[in-house]
C-alpha cells in the first residue's frame, strides 16, 4: 500500500529536502513551495520520519473540503470516516495553519474540525475522544488554502526539528532542522574534510547534528513520541525493526574513525548549554570544546587538509541595537583566512551585506528563515589572509615642480628611513613628515596604502594665499613622492584646538578604514574627525600594555577609540574596561573590539565623566592608563576638566583603584605640563617619556610625556 505524503519544511530547504529524500529512495517528487508531494509505502513513511533530517512534518492528507467557511470544514469533517482512522475513546488534538494571504481565525478553524470529530464519534460510536494537545493519540491538520480546506493526519506529530536533545537554550538558538540543512548543502560529513570548526556555537545545534550525520545515527531516534503511534493502520512490528536497525546503525557509526569537531564560544553560558545538549544527545565524546572569543581562532591541531568552518554568528537579535555586527563579520573573515585558508565555510547573517564582509569566495548565497526571522546563509570558499608585509611605496615618473624640489627631497629622505624602519618593526601605520621644514608647515602620516595630510594653520604674520599656494605644491610633491592617486591621500587642516573642539566632528563622509597597529586592527577615519581614531605616538606605549596584561584587569580612562585597551585585550588581560564620557568613541571602542573578535563578556565600557566614575566605583585593577585631553568640557557633565588643575585629583583617585603590586600610566601631551611631584610624593614616579617615543617621533620627543606611578612597598 502506497499513501500521497505532504513533507513540509521551512521555505528555502525545498532543494535540500528533495535530495534528501531521492537519497532514501523515493521518487516522483513534486516540489511545492514549502512542501513535496511524494508516494511512499508505510515503511518509507517511517523512514521519513525517523532519517529526515531537514522535514518539518509529514502528513498523510485525508480529504479536502471547497468553501471558505469554518462551517463549510464543519459539514464535510462531520460525514468523514474517522472509525477508520482513529479510536473514539482515544484522544486528539487539531492544529490548524492558513497559507499566505488567506485570513482566517485558524485556532477556530482548529475548533471547527474538533467539533465535527466529535459530534461523529458521538452519533456512531456513542463516545467521543478527548483534547490531549501535548501527544495525542491522533494529531490533525487542517491547512486554508485558497478555496478551500486540507485535512491530514500529522504522521510526525510535532515539528521534527525536535529532536529531543536540546534540554538548555542560548539566545535566538538555531533550529536543528535548519543546522542540518546548511551542513547537507555544505556536503557535512566528507571525506574531504577533516574537521569541523563552529567558533561561536552557542547551544550547539551545528555541532550535534555534524556529530548525528558524522556517526549516522537517526535524527528522530530519541523522540518518544509519534503521531502515527496511536494510528489504527500503524504497524507497531515494522516501526520497532525500524528502530533497531537505527540502533544497530548508531552503534556502529560510533565505533568507526569520524572527523573532528570542535565548537568554541567566548560565553561560559552557551558552552554549558552546548555540553548539557550534547550529552542528552549522546555525543560529548565525539565534541571538543571549551571556552574562547573568537580572535583564538586557530586551525586544529593534527587537520592538515580541508575543514569546514560553519557557524551562526551573533548577529541582530542576539547583538541587539549596537553598530558592531559588521565588524564581527569582518573579524571572522579575516581570523579564518588567516587560519583556515583552503577551508570551506558557511555562515549566517540577518543581513546580505554581513555575510559579504566575510570576503569568502562565494559558492552560495540562500536566503532562507530561521523561525520568524529572514536570514542568509553564505556558502564560500576561505582566501588566504591579508599580506603582513608593510607597504612599500614606490615614486610616481614624472616630474615636481621647482618651488617643491627641496621639500620633495626631504620628503624621499624620511620615508626612506621610516619605511626601512617599519618593514624592520612591521609598523603599518606612522608618521613620516612632521613640519620638518617651516615652509612646509604639514604633517604626513601613513596608514597602511593612505595617506593623512595635516595642515597646520600658519601664524597670522604669513600670507593666506602664499601658504595656500605652498599647501598645494606640497600636495604635488606628496602624491608623487608616495606614488598614490588623490583618493588615496586625505587632507585636513589642523588649527589650535580649545578644549573639546580637538574631538568634535569635522564632516559628515562616515568613511572607515581598518588598520593594523600592531597585533590588532583598528578603524580609523581620515575624513571627519581632526584626529584619526589612532594616536600614533602612542604606538610603543600600547605595545608595552600589551606585553604587562596578561592576566591583569585593565582599566583605561579618557579612553577615545579604546585602542589601548584593545591591545590590553589581545594581550590576554583578565578584564578592560573602558571609560569615556563620549558615546561616539565609545561605540567606535566597541566596533574595534568587534573588529578583532572580542566578545563584550569580560570586557566593559563605561559611558561616565572619568573622575565621577573613579569617584563612584569600588573596583580594583592591576593595570591603569590615562591619557585625559588637555581642557575638557561637555554638556553631559557640569564639570570642567583641566589637566594641570585636576591631575593631581585624577591621579590619587586612580590609585586607589590600583592594587599593591600595580602600575598606572599617566601620559600628557600639554607641552607646559607639570607633574605635581610634591603632591604625589606618597607614590613611586618614574618619568619613562624617552621609551615610549617611536622611531618615527624621534624628531619630535615632545610629542608626548609619560609617568610609570606604582604604590610605594
Not at 326 to 336: F, I, K, M, V
Request: glycine residues 8%.
Amino acid at each position: 500500500m502506497t499513501f500521497e505524503l505532504v513533507v513540509t519544511c521551512a521555505d528555502g530547504l525545498e532543494p535540500t529536502l528533495q535530495q534528501e529524500l531521492a537519497a532514501m529512495g523515493l521518487a516522483d517528487i513534486r516540489r511545492e513551495r514549502g512542501t513535496l508531494r511524494v508516494d511512499a509505502s508505510l515503511e518509507q513513511a517511517y523512514r521519513i520520519c525517523l532519517w529526515s533530517r531537514v522535514a518539518s512534518r509529514v502528513l498523510l492528507p485525508l480529504f479536502s473540503v471547497e468553501g471558505d467557511t469554518p462551517e463549510a470544514l464543519y459539514f464535510e469533517a462531520v460525514r468523514f470516516t474517522w472509525g477508520n482512522l482513529l479510536s473514539p475513546t482515544g484522544t486528539i488534538a487539531v492544529h490548524a495553519t492558513a497559507a499566505r494571504g488567506i485570513k482566517t481565525h485558524t485556532q477556530y478553524l482548529a475548533l471547527k474540525l474538533k467539533d465535527a470529530i466529535v459530534d461523529h464519534c458521538r452519533e456512531h460510536f456513542g463516545v467521543r475522544p478527548d483534547v490531549d494537545a501535548v501527544a495525542p493519540d491522533v494529531p490533525l491538520h487542517v491547512h486554508a488554502m485558497p478555496g478551500g480546506f486540507a485535512v491530514s493526519l500529522d504522521l510526525a506529530g510535532d515539528s521534527l526539528h525536535k529532536r529531543g536533545y536540546r534540554i538548555a537554550m542560548t539566545e535566538a538558538p538555531l533550529k536543528e532542522s535548519l543546522a542540518a540543512a546548511l551542513l547537507l548543502q555544505a556536503g557535512w560529513p566528507s571525506a574531504e574534510f577533516g574537521a569541523l570548526v563552529d567558533p561561536m556555537c552557542g547551544s550547539g545545534s551545528f555541532l550535534i547534528e555534524a556529530a548525528w550525520m558524522a556517526a549516522d545515527i537517526a535524527p528522530g531516534l530519541q523522540r518518544d513520541y509519534y503521531g502515527f503511534l496511536g494510528w489504527k493502520k500503524h504497524d507497531p512490528a515494522l516501526w520497532e525493526r525500524l528502530l533497531e536497525e537505527a540502533r544497530q546503525r548508531r552503534e556502529a557509526g560510533l565505533k568507526r574513525p569520524l572527523p573532528k569537531i570542535l565548537g568554541f564560544d567566548a560565553e561560559y553560558e552557551a558552552l554549558t548549554a552546548t555540553r548539557k545538549n550534547a550529552q542528552r544527545a549522546g555525543v560529548t565524546a565525539l565534541l571538543e570544546l571549551g571556552q574562547r572569543e573568537l580572535h583564538a581562532l586557530r586551525r586544529p591541531a593534527g587537520v592538515a587538509g580541508k575543514g569546514l568552518l560553519i557557524t551562526n554568528p551573533p548577529y541582530g537579535e542576539r547583538l541587539g541595537e549596537k553598530n558592531t555586527t559588521r565588524e564581527l563579520y569582518r573579524a571572522l573573515g579575516r581570523l579564518s583566512a588567516q587560519h583556515l585558508s583552503g577551508w570551506q565555510a558557511c555562515v549566517l547573517g540577518a543581513d546580505v551585506q554581513h555575510v559579504d564582509a566575510l570576503g569568502f569566495a562565494h559558492r552560495a548565497t540562500e536566503r532562507l528563515h530561521n523561525g520568524a526571522l529572514t536570514i542568509y546563509a553564505r556558502h564560500g570558499d576561505i582566501p588566504a589572509g591579508p599580506s603582513a608585509e608593510v607597504i612599500r611605496f614606490t615614486e610616481a615618473p614624472g616630474e615636481i615642480p621647482e618651488d617643491a624640489q627641496a621639500f620633495a627631497n626631504r620628503l624621499r629622505k624620511n620615508l626612506k628611513v621610516a619605511q626601512k624602519q617599519a618593514i624592520a618593526e612591521q609598523v603599518h601605520c606612522y608618521r613620516v613628515y612632521d613640519a620638518d621644514m617651516p615652509e612646509f608647515n604639514l604633517a604626513v602620516d601613513v596608514y597602511e596604502h593612505q595617506l593623512h595630510v595635516q595642515e597646520y594653520a600658519p601664524p597670522k604674520t604669513v600670507d593666506p594665499e602664499k601658504a595656500e599656494a605652498r599647501f598645494r605644491l606640497a600636495l604635488v610633491a606628496i602624491r608623487h613622492v608616495f606614488g598614490l592617486r588623490r583618493e588615496n591621500v586625505f587632507i585636513k587642516v589642523r588649527s589650535r584646538q580649545k578644549g573639546k573642539q580637538q574631538y568634535e566632528k569635522q564632516g559628515s563622509v562616515g568613511r572607515f578604514f581598518e588598520v593594523r597597529d600592531g597585533n590588532a586592527w583598528v578603524l580609523v577615519n581620515l575624513t571627519d574627525y581632526l584626529d584619526t581614531g589612532l594616536f600614533l605616538d602612542h604606538r610603543p606605549l600600547r605595545q608595552r600594555l600589551a606585553r604587562e596584561a596578561k592576566g591583569k584587569h585593565f582599566l583605561n580612562l579618557f579612553a577615545y577609540t579604546g585602542v589601548a585597551s584593545l591591545h590590553a585585550a589581545l594581550g590576554d588581560a583578565a578584564s578592560t574596561t573602558t571609560v569615556d564620557l563620549s558615546p561616539t568613541y565609545l561605540n567606535w571602542a566597541q566596533r574595534n573590539f568587534a573588529l578583532n573578535g572580542l566578545a563584550e563578556g569580560r570586557h566593559h565600557f563605561e559611558q561616565a565623566d572619568c573622575m565621577r566614575w573613579l569617584k563612584d566605583s569600588e573596583l580594583e585593577f592591576d593595570l591603569v592608563f590615562i591619557d585625559p585631553p588637555t581642557f575638557s568640557n561637555s554638556k553631559r557633565t557640569p564639570d570642567v576638566f583641566d589637566v594641570q588643575h585636576d591631575h593631581v585629583e585624577l591621579i590619587w583617585l586612580a590609585m586607589r583603584a590600583l592594587r599593591a603590586g600595580g602600575t598606572l600610566y599617566f601620559s600628557n601631551n600639554f607641552r607646559k605640563f607639570k607633574l605635581d611631584m610634591e603632591a604625589l610624593s606618597e607614590f613611586a614616579i618614574e618619568d619613562i617619556s624617552a621609551e615610549t617615543i617611536g622611531f618615527d617621533f624621534e624628531r619630535n620627543p615632545n610629542i608626548h610625556r609619560c609617568w610609570k606611578i606604582t604604590h610605594r612597598s
